[in-house]
């Protein structure tokens, strides 16, 4: 859908800094620093997911979908994903803000 591709962009794409996809410096572009929860991420994938889960979700993400997220972030590893923690940050914000639950969460 659009509303994914748009979510794709605005994460993997749009960080600070980003030189590629849309320009960085614009006022209408989105910017999401995603170093700030890098640390987080790379150390514990769970307690991610849990901050995610109170920002994004009010604390309300149900166990089922945690532990999908939190396995999929630990089978991230620093051999594949470089940098690991911003890597896994990405990952977590592309899956949850695409999932159903964060789309009818209320």
Same mark, same amino acid.
């Given at each position: 859908t659009s509303?994914a ?6 994460v ?6 980003s ?9 209408t ?7 700030v929860d890098?640390?987080? /991420? =790379?150390?514990n994938p769970?307690?991610l997911v849990? #901050?995610?889960?109170?920002?994004l979700m009010?604390?309300?993400? @149900?166990p ?7 396995a999929?972030l630990?089978q991230m590893? /620093? =051999? ?7 890597? #896994?940050?990405q ?5 949850i803000?695409t @999932?159903?639950?964060?789309s009818?969460q209320?």
């Amino acid at each position: 859908t659009s509303l994914a591709n748009l979510l794709f962009y605005e994460v993997f794409c749009n960080y600070t800094a980003s030189q590629r996809c849309w320009d960085a410096d614009s006022p209408t572009t989105l910017q999401m620093i995603e170093d700030v929860d890098a640390a987080l /991420a =790379a150390s514990n994938p769970g307690a991610l997911v849990d #901050r995610y889960s109170l920002l994004l979700m009010g604390g309300q993400m @149900s166990p089922f979908m945690r532990g999908i997220l939190v396995a999929r972030l630990n089978q991230m590893t /620093a =051999a594949d994903y470089d940098p690991l923690g911003r890597s #896994r940050v990405q990952e977590a914000l592309y899956l949850i803000l695409t @999932s159903p639950e964060y789309s009818i969460q209320k």
